[in-house]
């Protein structure tokens, strides 16, 4: 791995986040990532992954406790501040969120036209990525005619479109096989390789079993650490 400051990009002190009436996601939880770290955090299905992820992007807030991303409290974060953390978070969900009605290369497009890229970088760009997660065949095809491997990827591509400095990826190989699940981790440890911050939430240990990032599984509204990262 080349080298990253010993930042952090990512702290939680004692968040804890209660859905009505009284479900309780997570529960006290505190963590630190440092910046340029890549993350697996796993658990049972309904333990909280996906909320802890939609925390750090403030598509939730905290029930208690403090959310910090780069060292700026994200819950202070309004209007334009709000906006230019958000461009460099990368999120890839697990519901995809495409535009159904548009092609691949606008909904990939759409991210980078929001930071007023120009349009040959913009097209370059999108090239570059649906070759990487070989979708180059899908370029003007509508998002809602692809199948659900295909959406997966399209909307993991629009995540990292920015080459933000935080991408966060929920359930990122649920619907692709080997191959393609081979593919897609590549793309996501280069990203890391090149500076950026991975947080993967995910049940398939295949995808960390044979790697020696930090690992952390959500138990009972609970993070626990089930193996330190190695950061070179």
Same mark, same amino acid.
């Given at each position: 791995?080349?080298?990253?400051?010993?930042?952090?990009?990512?702290?939680?002190?004692?968040?804890?986040?209660?859905?009505?009436?009284?479900?309780?996601?997570?529960?006290?939880?505190?963590?630190?990532?440092?910046?340029?770290?890549?993350?697996?955090?796993?658990?049972?299905?309904?333990?909280?992954?996906?909320?802890?992820?939609?925390?750090?992007?403030?598509?939730?807030?905290?029930?208690?406790? #403090?959310? +910090?991303? @780069?060292?700026? !409290?994200?819950?202070?974060?309004?209007?334009?501040? =709000? *906006?230019?953390?958000? %461009? &460099?978070?990368?999120?890839?969900?697990?519901?995809?969120?495409?535009?159904?009605?548009?092609?691949?290369?606008?909904?990939?497009?759409?991210?980078?036209?929001?930071?007023?890229?120009?349009?040959?970088?913009?097209?370059?760009?999108?090239?570059?990525? #649906?070759? +990487?997660? @070989?979708?180059? !065949?899908?370029?003007?095809?509508?998002?809602?005619? =692809? *199948?659900?491997?295909? %959406? &997966?990827?399209?909307?993991?591509?629009?995540?990292?479109?920015?080459?933000?400095?935080?991408?966060?990826?929920?359930?990122?190989?649920?619907?692709?096989?080997?191959?393609?699940?081979?593919?897609?981790?590549?793309?996501?440890?280069?990203?890391?390789?090149?500076?950026?911050?991975?947080?993967?939430?995910?049940?398939?240990?295949?995808?960390?079993?044979?790697?020696?990032?930090?690992?952390?599984?959500?138990?009972?509204?609970?993070?626990?650490?089930?193996?330190?990262?190695?950061?070179?």
């Amino acid at each position: 791995m080349s080298e990253h400051s010993n930042n952090t990009m990512v702290e939680l002190i004692k968040v804890s986040k209660t859905y009505h009436p009284n479900i309780q996601a997570l529960s006290g939880v505190s963590i630190s990532i440092r910046s340029g770290e890549m993350v697996f955090i796993t658990g049972r299905s309904g333990a909280g992954k996906t909320t802890f992820l939609k925390l750090l992007c403030k598509m939730e807030l905290p029930t208690r406790g #403090l959310v +910090e991303i @780069d060292g700026l !409290d994200i819950r202070k974060m309004r209007g334009n501040n =709000l *906006s230019y953390l958000r %461009q &460099q978070i990368g999120v890839a969900y697990q519901d995809f969120k495409l535009l159904t009605d548009r092609t691949v290369s606008e909904n990939i497009s759409i991210a980078m036209e929001v930071s007023y890229r120009k349009p040959q970088i913009i097209r370059k760009r999108v090239k570059a990525l #649906l070759e +990487e997660l @070989d979708l180059s !065949d899908k370029h003007n095809s509508m998002t809602g005619d =692809l *199948s659900r491997g295909e %959406q &997966q990827r399209v909307t993991l591509a629009r995540a990292v479109a920015n080459s933000p400095k935080l991408i966060l990826v929920d359930e990122p190989t649920g619907n692709l096989d080997a191959t393609t699940t081979a593919r897609v981790m590549e793309m996501l440890i280069g990203l890391n390789n090149s500076g950026a911050t991975v947080l993967i939430a995910t049940h398939d240990h295949t995808i960390y079993r044979d790697v020696e990032h930090r690992l952390l599984e959500l138990r009972g509204g609970q993070m626990h650490q089930l193996r330190d990262g190695v950061m070179q």
